[in-house]
Nanobody, 117 residues
């Protein structure tokens, strides 16, 4: 079993920065992806950023140039550096891990990010 625990959420003013971290425990190996999703009130959960075991990254158009995803394979962590935050970034952010070959998927409990104007 894989457990994911997010941290780093909080309240920040527009234009500020925040760094989210996700610590993974369990078997992290093979072809996989780690990603950050977010869900705002009344909206569907959406992909924010993804990084593969090979280092390839993908970002939602709304966060390109502002957010950076990275992973430390030795520590089994994935981080999301968020700069130039906007009120529309307000959401619960979830860490996601997926084994590509098997299709197994795991989620963290989420961490709240609130950006005030």
């Amino acid at each position: 079993q894989v457990q994911l625990v997010e941290s780093g959420g909080g309240l920040v003013q527009a234009g500020g920065s925040l760094r989210l971290s996700c610590a993974a425990s369990g078997s992290i190996r093979g072809i996989n992806t780690m990603a950050w999703y977010r869900q705002a009130p009344g909206k569907q959960r959406e992909l924010v950023a993804l990084i593969s075991s090979g280092g390839s990254t993908n970002y939602a158009n709304s966060v390109k140039g502002r957010f950076t995803i990275s992973r430390d394979n030795a520590k089994n962590t994935v981080s999301l550096q968020m700069n130039s935050l906007k009120p529309e970034d307000t959401a619960v952010y979830y860490c996601n891990y997926k084994r590509v070959v098997l299709g197994s998927e795991y989620w963290g409990q989420g961490t709240q990010v609130t950006v005030s104007s």
